[in-house]
């Protein structure tokens, strides 16, 4: 299995993007590309939903070697065979995320990962400081992924960087276009949702993306 820290790019099946008949085919076209991370996020739709859908993504990411991650769900990781959760500030606290995610798997597997959504340098220390395994921060750029919820920018990146012992995935309108400018300014991963899933041709923007971000460890 793929480790956080050896993750470039994160990528997010959202159905807000995808239809939920296309989702296996396109989350397969995502781990082609290499994504190192898939998240299945499905605002709007039922618990019971997301556990049946989430359910057929987790053999699409077990055969590719990387994490499932689930957003908002922690309670739903032990069923459907994921291998963690992601939290916004307004959801669980790490520790909870991390019970619920875990609680009728305690000693059978490696413990879940659990990462958290921050905004701000304060929110990405306190995320570190509540024992998050990484964090996503941003949203650098608008994105109607995350409609009214004002861009950070460019400016804190590299500070984050410098403060924080985790990986950081910097998300929040990222794409092709302007991901020089993220990496100039210090992100070293990245989390890519409307760009990557409205793209014509998803493996290949995955790896074109990764190509640039491999390009910072040469």
Not at 43 to 54: G, Q, V, W
Not at 69 to 95: K, M, R, T
């Amino acid at each position: 299995m793929k480790t956080l820290q050896d993750a470039l790019l994160y990528g997010i099946l959202d159905l807000g993007y995808v239809a939920p008949a296309d989702m296996e085919r396109v989350a397969s076209q995502m781990v082609q590309g290499g994504v190192d991370l898939l998240q299945f996020r499905a605002k709007n739709h039922s618990e019971s939903e997301i556990e049946r859908l989430a359910a057929k993504l987790a053999p699409i990411a077990e055969s590719a070697g990387i994490p499932l991650i689930l957003n908002d769900h922690p309670q739903l990781v032990p069923s459907v065979g994921a291998h963690g959760a992601h939290v916004g500030q307004e959801d669980f606290s790490v520790a909870d995320a991390r019970w619920r995610a875990g609680r009728s798997l305690a000693g059978e597997v490696t413990p879940p990962i659990v990462g958290k959504s921050t905004h701000s340098l304060s929110q990405a220390a306190a995320a570190e400081e509540e024992g998050a395994d990484y964090i996503g921060f941003g949203p650098l750029f608008a994105t109607p992924t995350k409609p009214g919820r004002p861009a950070i920018g460019l400016e804190e990146i590299r500070a984050a960087h410098a403060r924080s012992r985790i990986p950081i995935f910097c998300i929040g309108g990222i794409k092709l276009e302007n991901l020089e400018a993220v990496i100039a300014a210090g992100a070293r991963r990245v989390v890519i949702v409307s760009a990557l899933l409205r793209s014509r041709d998803i493996p290949a923007y995955c790896r074109r993306v990764r190509e640039r971000l491999e390009a910072i460890l040469s």
